[in-house]
C-alpha cells in the first residue's frame, strides 16, 4: 500500500477549477511532485518542490502543500487536462520513493 | 537534452529474471547529485517505484521488492540494468526508467517512454 493517499477520481467542469489532494505523513517533511500521465504515454512533470512548472507546462497548474496534504489546483480546467495525475514524494524514513495511488480526474 | 530509452525483453516466464537496460543521453551517472530510477506501472494500475541509483553507486530498493531487484550502473555505456529474479504474472507491467536528481525532494524530471513487459507461461 501507498504511504501517499490520493482520491480515485475527481471531475471538473470546463473552464473551472479543481483541486487534487495527496496525502501523507513524510509531506510534513519532504516536497512533493505531480505528474500527468495520459493513456498510452508516459508520465509528465507538471510541479515540483514548493510550486514549481518545468518549462512547457501552463500556469494553470499550481501546487500548493498545508501539513500532512499536498494540492495540484488546476484553474480553468482544459479538455486535454483529462488525465491520471500522481503525487510522489520520499517514504517517512526518508530513504525511499513513493507514488500516490492516483487520481483520475474527468473534465465534462 | 535529456532523454532515457529501456529495452529489454517483452515476454519472460514466470520463476525467470527480468533484466532490463536504460541507456540514456544528455547527463553523466558520474556528475555529483544525479541518479536513475526505475518505475513499474500494471496494466490499468498506479505507478510503483523499484529501484533508484545515485551517482556516488549509492543504492536504494523498494523494501517490498528489496530481495528480488538488482540495480547496477555503465558509466562508460551510459547505462542503468535492472534486474528482478522469481518473475510472476504480477509483475506484468510497463517498466520505466527516469531521470532524478538526488536531493530529497526532486522530482523524475525525465522519463522513458517504457516497455511493457508480460510475464506468462
Known amino acids: 500500500s501507498s504511504e501517499l493517499t490520493q482520491d480515485p477520481a475527481v471531475s471538473v467542469a470546463l473552464g473551472q477549477t479543481v483541486r487534487i489532494t495527496c496525502q501523507g505523513d513524510?509531506?510534513?517533511?519532504?516536497?512533493a511532485s505531480w505528474y500527468q500521465q495520459k493513456p498510452g504515454q508516459a508520465p509528465v512533470l507538471v510541479i515540483y518542490?514548493?510550486?514549481n512548472r518545468p518549462s512547457g507546462i501552463p500556469d494553470r497548474f499550481s501546487g500548493s502543500s498545508s501539513g500532512n496534504t499536498v494540492s495540484l489546483t488546476i484553474t480553468g480546467a482544459q479538455a486535454e487536462d483529462e488525465a491520471d495525475y500522481y503525487c510522489?514524494?520520499?517514504?517517512?524514513?526518508?530513504?525511499?520513493?513513493?507514488f500516490g495511488g492516483g487520481t483520475k480526474l474527468t473534465v465534462l | 537534452q535529456i532523454t532515457l530509452k529501456e529495452s529489454g525483453p517483452t515476454l519472460v516466464k514466470p520463476t525467470q529474471t527480468l533484466t532490463l537496460t536504460c541507456t540514456f543521453s544528455?547527463?553523466?551517472?558520474?556528475?555529483?547529485?544525479?541518479?536513475v530510477g526505475w518505475i513499474r506501472q500494471p496494466p490499468g494500475k498506479a505507478l510503483e517505484w523499484l529501484a533508484l541509483i545515485y551517482w556516488d553507486d549509492d543504492k536504494r530498493y523498494s523494501p517490498s521488492l528489496r530481495s528480488r531487484l538488482t540495480i547496477t550502473r555503465d558509466t562508460s555505456k551510459n547505462q542503468v540494468v535492472l534486474t528482478m529474479t522469481n518473475m510472476d504474472p504480477v509483475d506484468t507491467a510497463k517498466y520505466y526508467c527516469a531521470h532524478k536528481l538526488s536531493a530529497a525532494g526532486t522530482p523524475f524530471d525525465y522519463w522513458g517512454q517504457g516497455t511493457l513487459v508480460t510475464v506468462s507461461s
Open positions: 518542490g514548493q510550486n
Open positions: 544528455g547527463f553523466s551517472l558520474s556528475t555529483n547529485g544525479v541518479s
Open positions: 513524510s509531506l510534513r517533511s519532504y516536497y
Open positions: 510522489n514524494s520520499r517514504d517517512s524514513s526518508g530513504d525511499h520513493v513513493v
